[in-house]
């Protein structure tokens, strides 16, 4: 099956410090990839949508400025959480839909997890 | 907005049979999936069913779903230790030409016991 890729498995890092953490499909390209939150003992939810050559869609009551999405290229998103602080400490995970294959097999990634002391 | 629920968790013995159930609210869901969490892990995709089907089955999995009750289910022949983790039930409305966002139930914490 295909393979995503997530770096760093897991970040300490001090408050007002900001975090990039990279998701990469590894055999396949995705023009489109999905970053979720996710917190203890609770589901996952859709943070936004990073589309290869344009914005970032992000869902209702994600603050963008707060975390940059950059899709650089067709294998590489990236999840910046700027000036951090201690309630962003959660699991971050993204995924990628393969190509043609429509939305039903979307690929994750082994997921970040983000301390923020 | 869309709603999926699950009950929290589940113990069952190994080598009987494991039955999760979710309910969902969005009568436009097209792809129904089941995924699978290992401690400090991603997802696993296990199975989806589309909307239009009853039932599917693929080795010791069985999905079931009611979209009458929008009601899935996700059954486990002779569980085993380590099928031990976080199912989660999830659903999008499908590909129209973009990818669609997938809504995630809750999660059933399943423990199986030796």
């Known amino acids: 099956g295909a393979v995503v890729s997530q770096h760093p498995s897991r970040v300490i890092c001090k408050s007002g410090t900001s975090v990039k953490i990279e998701c990469r499909s590894l055999d396949f390209q995705a023009t489109t990839m999905f970053w979720y939150r996710q917190f203890p003992k609770k589901s996952l939810m859709l943070m936004a949508t990073?589309?290869?050559?344009?914005?970032?869609?992000?869902e209702q009551g994600v603050e963008k400025d707060k975390f940059l999405i950059n899709h650089a290229s067709l294998t590489l998103s990236t999840l910046t959480v700027t000036s951090a602080h201690p309630e962003d400490s959660s699991f971050y995970i993204c995924s990628a839909p393969r190509l043609g294959r429509g939305n039903n097999e979307q690929f994750f990634g082994p997921g970040t997890r983000l301390t923020v002391l | 907005g869309e709603d999926v629920e699950q009950s929290l968790f589940l113990s069952v013995r190994e080598g009987d049979s494991s039955v999760i159930n979710c309910t969902y609210t969005?009568?436009?869901?097209?792809?129904l999936y089941w995924y699978k969490q290992e401690p400090g892990a991603g997802l696993q995709l296990l199975t989806y069913?589309?909307?239009?089907?009853d039932m599917k089955q693929d080795q010791r999995l069985t999905v079931l779903l009611n979209k009458k009750d929008k009601h899935l289910s996700l059954r486990i022949a002779d569980t085993q230790t380590g099928d031990s983790a976080i199912y989660f039930c999830a659903e999008s409305e499908g590909n129209s030409g973009g990818y669609q966002k997938v809504t995630f139930g809750t999660g059933t914490k399943l423990q199986v016991i030796p």
């Open positions: 069913i589309f909307s239009n089907m």
């Open positions: 969005d009568s436009s869901s097209t792809y």
């Open positions: 990073s589309n290869e050559g344009s914005k970032a869609t992000y």
